[in-house]
Every structure is written in C-alpha cells, then in structure tokens.
C-alpha cells in the first residue's frame, strides 16, 4: 500500500510530503514513476514529494497517514532504513 502524509516539511520555499510503500520499495518506485516524481526524490526509504504532486498521489490511490505512522508503518514493513544505518556515499 502507498502511504502519504500531509505536505508540512519546509524546505527549498515549499512544503514536502513523505511518499512511502508498505509493501516493497519496487511498489514505491513504480508508483513514484506515475506521480512523475524523479527518482532523485527517493531518500534512503521515501521519496521527498512536493505540495503540488500532492493531491495527485492521493488520486493515484495513496492513502493519506499521520506523518508519524509514516515511521511506524516502514518499520513493521522492515522497510525502515535510518540515517545513521545508511551506507556512506
């Protein structure tokens, strides 16, 4: 399942959304591909998506969750992928 919060995180002069997947990053990437956002917006286990693909990724059929679930449901995917674990590029 395609998971969205609401597009509250500042940056760059707009506010961003979290895109996960609770299924598989393969389900997120395609899913992302259809929103039209680049693949340059996936963050180790999201893609970072701007207010304005909002309302377009909940038309696609993502399902709109507190940013604190976002987490919550990564983890008991095993999708979860911190910071701190993440290799270093």
Do not use: C, Q
Not at 1 to 14: F, H, S, T
Not at 43 to 49: C, K, L, N
Not at 74 to 86: D, N
Request: hydrophobic fraction near 45%.
């Amino acid at each position: 399942m395609i998971l969205v919060d609401e597009p509250r995180w500042p940056a760059r002069g707009r506010l961003w959304s979290h895109l996960v997947s609770d299924v598989s990053f393969a389900e997120l990437h395609v899913f992302a591909e259809m929103l039209g956002a680049p693949r340059r917006g996936f963050d180790r286990d999201h893609y970072d998506i701007p207010e304005n693909r909002f309302a377009m990724a909940l038309m696609l059929g993502a399902i709109l969750v507190p940013s604190r679930e976002i987490a919550a449901r990564l983890r008991t995917a095993g999708l979860r992928r911190p910071k701190h674990l993440s290799a270093r590029r």
